[in-house]
């Protein structure tokens, strides 16, 4: 696309200063780009191109920036131009910077704010933590029962270009008890005379404060909302959340299950911004706990040592075992919980699951059985009982890391935990010490040795 | 919600035939709820309910059933009552139906719909998979430079009722190639004479046809946007994807990396809904490449048999190196995907990803080999050389799992593989083979044995 085209030709007007060029070219520009662009700058030239914007860019392109560029710029600016720009910008916006800013940079910020915005981002920077209260902005329009389509058209137009959508306008009681949401669509398909109250939908998707924003993003998903009301728990309408905030979200969540799934802590920032030590933090803890874990299956093995003295070849076959039965138990469980994530899966298939899994692990198990033991008696002729062993093994681990891969994400739902812990790594390390034992009970009794 | 008390109380009415008062509930009800409850009812059911929906509800609710209850349908309708329906879906609903029906019903459905639908959805049937195409939609409003604000309004109230989206309306000239966008909220912002050509934004982020459909979400993502024009390859306008159906594809988007990362071929259709023999083919393929990679790490460990029958004790703490290592492996690779997944890493951060990655394979690294250190000298007293192979084979693991779990992704995506194949299976099969020579190895070395 043409932003890439720009940057470079941006690039080259600000060296050679030609700035009253770069200006009318910045002016033309969407914000996201003009952000991606100064992104690029050192901190000298990040203040001089962002006073090249008109005033109404200006807090546009502010809400793009990350937070330390942010910082920057408060830090470099009059209290005049700052009070301009945090007055011009969305609540949620505010709300979002003023969570990462060090406290003097708060505390500079909200000076410079009226009353009436400084006791919004208060109310606003209280909402728990990925709650519906705090993603949703209070710029919307609200409207009245008794107005005619005409009034609410010329009330959009008086008061709507500050707001952050017009298109579902809100209808309030006195008390701003939600009453019905009207979009600029109905209004458009009415004749001007008509009654708000007659065309307005009464029948309002909403949610309340404390919804987690993961209960908010699945409400647009399943009904195609382009933006939800948000309500307190007296059913008054405190603010809304737009469906652009709501993909932020969507992306957001999956990026954690992600991390989650692979035995990490969720970070808070990307990849590249997240430093060595806070990596390896978010790292240690479970890969700790697993090493712990793995650790017991290694003192269970030894139990086993006789076994494995007399007959060596049986170690060259745990790689194989454990390997596959923590495939088959991750593809299993991932499935699960991502079908739990998008609401497609809930607690009570818990047997509907199982009963699945129980048929899916039998019939892989047995294909893979069926390979294995066609390499096995090739490979070790004459020896078919260690083949058997084998093969049993692997079904059995394969049947066994299918059930376990279901059971434990659906129980950690039950049981009001995240069903991501039970991913991949700590279904592998269970499945691991489960196949071990399995497989080196069975080679005692098959191949009469001592142990176990 | 509400949506849960009231399937209920709908299935009250109408087992006990209560047709009216339920007609009158369906008919305040959203169409995704009422669909959702016609999912509930069988074949029979589903037919009465369906036809007690006004003509203009039925089009809405059909569009969000699933293909298998719309199959049933259209085969219990009139060829009339299908006309209608198929005449008033979107494009892209009406697409997404008929690439799953049998050909039969293809046909009668064809057959009943007018020519300009028809040579509609054949147009939009020949768009690649998961291009911006084959997620676009045909209804759109379309202006003209030369339009006043007022004639723009009037154009909009006579067309609108019938577009996905009338809050972004697309400016064309006489050869449909696309000039500028202009919002509603643009239009109610200036003054009816005023003309569309001096208010319209000629800088138009759009897709062309054939673009992938998770550039397509990444856009809209990025910019924030509403619905996104698509054009041909000659810049003229051909339809219009718009947020609803990007979150749809997010979603999707999302699952199948899920499903490949856990080493399965990404299903269709959702979990529940796939058959045991579909779910069983979608795991097997990589359960058995993986299992023929392990046999491979098996067949390397045969060749230290003469290490591990001298020392069963090595044995034990194969699950705790191999674990460590696979888990280690998976959380780079997993961070680098994703990160890739979102647009944040790009193979030219191949360089500076490799050596944070090293950074913290070494801090970590150390830190586990720590812990285990001190385990082992408490357990083993005076078996300092073994104590030695398995801290150094650990601390070494770490780092080579962590530095593979970098390198493998970004290559894939450098030689234009998915990335999403080189995740926790593969990663952890390939470190498995790596850390165990290492080891045994390391163990021939440091306890002079034989082997290796």
Redesign the interface.
């Known amino acids: 696309?043409?932003e890439n085209v720009n940057l470079k030709k941006l690039m080259e007007l600000l060296e050679s200063r030609q700035f009253r060029l770069l200006k009318e070219k910045l002016s033309?520009?969407?914000e996201?780009d003009i952000a991606a662009f100064i992104e690029e700058l050192d901190s000298e030239r990040t203040v001089v191109v962002y006073r090249m914007l008109s005033k109404e860019l200006a807090s546009d392109v502010f809400a793009c920036l990350p937070v330390e560029t942010q910082e920057h710029i408060i830090n470099s600016i009059t209290d005049y131009e700052l009070s301009a720009i945090v007055n011009d910008l969305f609540v949620d916006d505010a709300v979002d910077m003023l969570e990462e800013l060090p406290a003097n940079v708060v505390k500079r910020v909200l000076k410079n704010s009226t009353s009436d915005t400084r006791q919004l981002i208060n109310q606003f920077l209280q909402y728990p933590e990925n709650s519906a209260g705090s993603i949703m902005t209070a710029e919307y329009v609200g409207l009245k029962k008794a107005m005619t389509v005409k009034e609410a058209?010329s009330y959009?137009?008086r008061h709507?270009?500050d707001k952050e959508t017009?298109?579902t306008c809100y209808v309030m009681d006195a008390k701003r008890t939600l009453e019905g949401v009207v979009t600029?669509?109905d209004l458009?398909?009415h004749p001007y005379e008509e009654m708000i109250e007659n065309i307005m939908d009464t029948?309002v998707?909403k949610a309340i404060t404390t919804d987690d924003q993961e209960e908010v993003a699945e409400?647009?998903?399943?009904?195609?909302?382009?933006s939800l009301p948000v309500v307190d728990h007296e059913d008054r309408l405190v603010g809304i959340v737009t469906?652009?905030d709501?993909?932020?979200v969507?992306?957001q969540e999956?990026?954690e299950?992600?991390?989650k799934?692979?035995?990490?802590i969720p970070s808070e920032r990307?990849?590249?911004k997240t430093g060595?030590?806070t990596?390896?933090k978010n790292?240690?803890a479970?890969?700790?706990i697993?090493?712990i874990?793995?650790?017991i299956?290694?003192?269970i093995?030894?139990k086993y040592?006789a076994a494995?003295?007399a007959i060596?070849?049986l170690?060259?076959?745990?790689?194989?075992l454990?390997?596959?039965g923590?495939?088959?138990g991750?593809?299993s469980?991932?499935?699960?919980?991502?079908?739990m994530a998008?609401g497609?899966?809930k607690p009570s298939?818990i047997l509907?699951?199982i009963w699945?899994e129980l048929?899916?692990g039998l019939?892989?198990g047995m294909?893979?059985g069926l390979?294995?033991y066609l390499?096995l008696v090739i490979l070790y002729p004459g020896q078919e009982l260690l083949c058997l062993t084998v093969v049993l093994s692997l079904i059995a681990t394969v049947i066994i890391a299918k059930t376990i891969g279901c059971i434990l994400p659906i129980a950690a739902q039950i049981f009001h935990m995240d069903p991501a812990i039970m991913a991949?790594?700590l279904i592998?390390?269970i499945v691991?010490?489960v196949s071990?034992v399995l497989y080196f009970q069975l080679a005692c009794r098959l191949l009469q040795l001592n142990g176990g």
């Open positions: 696309m043409q033309e520009m969407n996201v058209f959009i137009r709507g270009v017009i298109y600029v669509k458009l398909m029948h998707i409400r647009f998903r399943k009904y195609g909302l382009l469906v652009d709501v993909v932020d969507m992306e999956a990026t299950d992600f991390e799934m692979a035995a990490m990307p990849y590249l060595v030590v990596l390896a790292r240690l479970w890969l700790l697993l090493m874990s793995s650790m299956t290694g003192g093995l030894a040592e494995f003295a060596p070849l170690v060259t076959f745990i790689p194989m454990t390997d596959t923590g495939n088959a991750s593809q469980s991932t499935m699960i919980i991502r079908g998008v497609e899966i298939d509907r699951v699945k048929q899916v019939l892989v294909l893979l390979v294995n390499r991949a790594p592998t390390t691991d010490a071990l």
